[in-house]
């Protein structure tokens, strides 16, 4: 499909670890990237993964990239209430993809005490 | 660096008026890009330049939509005259040098909450 997918909503206990997958649809994309959406902000990016790479991790964040499938996750460890927000992924399509991001729907994490 | 800056926050207006969103990139940055943000339809470009041209627009929704880049320091988009549908949150990024291959990435701006009455 055309769409980049995420599931809509996640809760999680503080504490607790948080996985948000995302499903991608251009094997050929180069990158790929997690950022955050607060409420009435601007999308911050968190950390991006290169497509030849199986995990990255970045202090509490980690990436897992499964080109096969073209799934990719991003793990929160300790997920504390300032995690809660909206987390997108996105997919670099370079490749006859006119060189744009394409973003999946997001994924709005809630993080209760 | 003050990172990307939008002006104006909030846009409150009438339906069939113009509407004139600004955007200033980070300093340096010789990428720009407009997106649009809907519940219904996410998160979509609709424009970016290079260098202040153009490269590419065909993410914009119709003729009424139009970009400009008189500088590298400052874009508008407008919307003229202006729907109810094109109510949205419009985002502005920059990116230093957004070639394939480059590991830049683009940083965002807290965008312009659109409504049209």
């Known amino acids: 499909g055309e769409d980049v997918e995420q599931s809509l909503f996640l809760s999680v206990r503080e504490g607790d670890s948080s996985v948000i997958n995302c499903t991608y649809t251009?094997?050929?994309?180069?990158?790929l990237y997690w950022y955050k959406q607060e409420p009435g902000a601007g999308l911050q990016l968190l950390t991006y993964?290169?497509?030849?790479?199986d995990m990255k991790q970045d202090q509490r964040l980690t990436v897992l990239l499964n080109k096969k499938d073209k799934h990719l996750s991003l793990r929160i460890a300790d997920t504390q209430t300032g995690d809660s927000a909206i987390y997108f992924c996105a997919e670099r399509r370079d490749a006859g993809g006119g060189n744009k991001l394409t973003f999946g729907t997001g994924t709005q994490l809630k993080v209760e005490l | 660096d003050a990172g990307v800056i939008q002006s104006p926050r909030h846009e409150v207006t009438e339906m069939g008026q113009e509407v004139t969103l600004r955007c200033k990139p980070i300093?340096?940055?010789?990428?720009l890009f407009w997106y649009r943000q809907t519940m219904m339809r996410g998160l979509e470009l609709l424009i970016y330049f290079n260098n202040n041209v153009p490269i590419d627009d065909s993410g914009m929704p119709e003729d009424r939509f139009s970009a400009k880049m008189p500088n590298a320091s400052f874009s508008t988009l407008k919307i003229q005259p202006s729907e109810p549908r094109d109510s949205a949150v419009y985002f502005c990024?920059?990116?230093?040098?957004?070639?394939?291959?480059?590991?830049?990435?683009?940083?965002f701006g807290p965008g312009t909450r659109l409504t049209v009455l």
């Open positions: 251009d094997s050929s994309s180069t990158y």
């Open positions: 300093s340096g940055h010789d990428y």
């Open positions: 993964i290169f497509s030849n790479m």
């Open positions: 990024a920059s990116s230093l040098a957004w070639l394939a291959g480059s590991t830049d990435t683009q940083y």
